[in-house]
């Protein structure tokens, strides 16, 4: 993608996106996140079935574009 990939060059020319993020990997990454998420969470209440949302009505958004989601999510057991 990049002449001399392994020298650090700031002044270097933005290329294309390589990651998760974006084409056909996307839908490859977006899938594997929510494969992980279902894992994680069944875990997370299989081991705390008391578990509770707390503030619900009261969340905020992230102020950043960037990211999605609330600022704080807190929870009780």
Do not use: C, K
Not at 1 to 10: E, H, R, S, V
């Amino acid at each position: 993608m990049f002449n001399d990939p392994d020298a650090l060059n700031i002044y270097r020319e933005h290329g294309r996106l390589l990651s998760f993020g974006g084409e056909l990997h996307y839908f490859l990454g977006y899938r594997l996140a929510m494969l992980e998420l279902e894992a994680a969470l069944g875990t997370l209440l299989a081991r705390l079935p008391q578990l509770r949302l707390m503030g619900v009505d009261d969340l905020r958004g992230q102020p950043r574009n960037t990211l999605r989601g609330v600022e704080a999510l807190q929870a009780a057991w």
